[in-house]
């Protein structure tokens, strides 16, 4: 799902709604640290041609590449009114809900 599609499907259910969006945003560590070195073949998921490259050559770009397009997710989902969670699929799902729904519950108690 594109950005903008996410953002239009949020305020739906926002404001039509009355409901709270959480976007749970899976990413594997791979792509959230890229540590590849030697010689890849990366290929394509929405029609691109595949693409042979040294991934330690092209990871500083990747790395900022990543980072503007988190900052743009979150973002949206700041103006969304809609709550913005990265999930490390090398953590234990259990732990990361504890965690967010910990979050939660410490949020209302300050109010």
Not at 11 to 34: A, K, S
Not at 47 to 62: F, L, S, T
Request: with cysteine.
């Amino acid at each position: 799902m594109g950005v903008r599609t996410m953002l239009r499907a949020t305020t739906y259910w926002r404001q039509e709604r009355g409901h709270n969006v959480i976007v749970f945003h899976i990413l594997d560590p791979f792509e959230l640290e890229f540590p590849l070195t030697g010689c890849w073949k990366f290929k394509g998921l929405e029609g691109e041609e595949a693409m042979i490259a040294q991934p330690q050559r092209i990871r500083d770009q990747y790395m900022d590449e990543l980072g503007k397009l988190l900052k743009r997710i979150k973002s949206g989902c700041d103006r969304c009114q809609a709550e913005y969670v990265l999930v490390d699929t090398s953590k234990p799902l259990g732990a990361v809900l504890s965690k967010f729904l910990g979050g939660r519950m410490a949020g209302k108690a300050k109010r």
